[in-house]
């Protein structure tokens, strides 16, 4: 059963990715704050821009270049994000567990852009093969 998208907020990507964000905040509270300023910055940023694109792309969602371009940036932010969090388990910030619970689920927001990038690619394809064959035999 197929459910209905009327917003950004009622994609799975973006639930997942929002619940990623906040999950982070709330980690980042317990970084050691006179060494971590950079990384929980950095850490903070890059979760809340993985969001951003992909509300963003569902603003562009009518123009499918800038649709792609919107997602493949949520999708470079979900593997920045994935080097942040080993970043963060390397130096203690974050325990294995929990780092790697956080990358299998950046590694599945990435996974799930791509399918998103896939399907706007096909439906381009589909589109662009739909208006050729509306052509006249003579053209």
């Given at each position: 059963?197929?459910?209905?998208?009327?917003?950004?907020?009622?994609?799975?990507?973006?639930?997942?990715?929002?619940?990623c964000?906040?999950?982070?905040?709330?980690?980042?509270?317990?970084?050691?704050?006179?060494?971590?300023?950079c990384?929980?910055?950095?850490?903070?940023?890059?979760s809340?821009?993985?969001?951003?694109h992909?509300?963003?792309?569902?603003?562009?969602?009518?123009d499918?270049?800038?649709?792609?371009?919107?997602?493949?940036?949520?999708?470079?932010?979900?593997?920045?994000?994935?080097?942040?969090?080993e970043?963060?388990?390397?130096?203690?910030?974050?325990?294995g567990?929990?780092?790697?619970?956080?990358s299998?689920?950046?590694r599945r927001?990435?996974s799930?852009?791509?399918?998103?990038?896939?399907?706007?690619?096909?439906?381009?394809?589909?589109?662009?093969?739909?208006?050729?064959?509306?052509?006249p035999?003579?053209?």
């Open positions: 059963m197929k459910l209905s998208v009327y917003s950004f907020q009622d994609l799975q990507v973006y639930q997942l990715a929002f619940r964000s906040v999950e982070i905040y709330d980690l980042a509270q317990h970084f050691p704050e006179e060494t971590s300023a990384l929980t910055r950095q850490i903070l940023a890059t809340r821009a993985v969001r951003a992909i509300a963003a792309a569902w603003g562009k969602r009518r499918r270049k800038a649709l792609i371009t919107q997602l493949s940036e949520a999708q470079l932010k979900a593997a920045e994000m994935q080097t942040w969090i970043a963060a388990v390397a130096v203690g910030y974050l325990d567990d929990a780092g790697q619970a956080l299998d689920h950046y927001i990435f799930s852009l791509d399918q998103l990038m896939e399907g706007a690619l096909v439906g381009e394809r589909r589109r662009s093969e739909d208006s050729t064959n509306d052509l035999a003579t053209a």
